[in-house]
Nanobody, 131 residues
């Protein structure tokens, strides 16, 4: 049973920073030559879920939405059981519920931001940026 649990959300002012964490349990794909990907998505009220950043460790592949390039950084710890999203220079338009997601085993992993790629999802953590 794969579980993804996000944490680190909160309220900050414009220009502030937050670091989101996603603890993964029961996720054994990381042992299969690293052929998997993980990602962060966000969804604001009344809007569709949007891919923010993705990483495929075995393929050394990352992807970022244009709206966060240069401000957000996705990373994993050395044990590869926690995913992070460092968010700097936050803007009010970054306000959303942020979700962690993970794929099953992939033969040729490539970092992608489409939600259809990901099978496992966390419950989300709220980020609110005030002006």
């Amino acid at each position: 049973q794969v579980q993804l649990v996000e944490s680190g959300g909160g309220s900050v002012q414009t220009g502030g920073s937050l670091r989101l964490s996603c603890a993964a349990s029961g996720y054994t794909y990381r042992y299969i030559y690293g052929n998997y990907c993980m990602a962060w998505f966000r969804q604001a009220p009344g809007k569709e879920r949007e891919g923010v950043a993705a990483v495929c460790p075995g393929a050394y592949s990352t992807a970022y939405a244009d709206s966060v390039k240069g401000r957000f950084t996705i990373s994993q710890d050395s044990a590869q059981n926690t995913l992070y999203l460092q968010m700097n220079s936050l803007k009010p338009e970054d306000t959303a519920m942020y979700y962690c997601a993970a794929t099953t085993w992939l033969p040729r992993p490539r970092a992608q931001l489409g939600p259809e790629t990901y099978k496992y999802w966390g419950q989300g953590t709220q980020v609110t940026v005030s002006s």
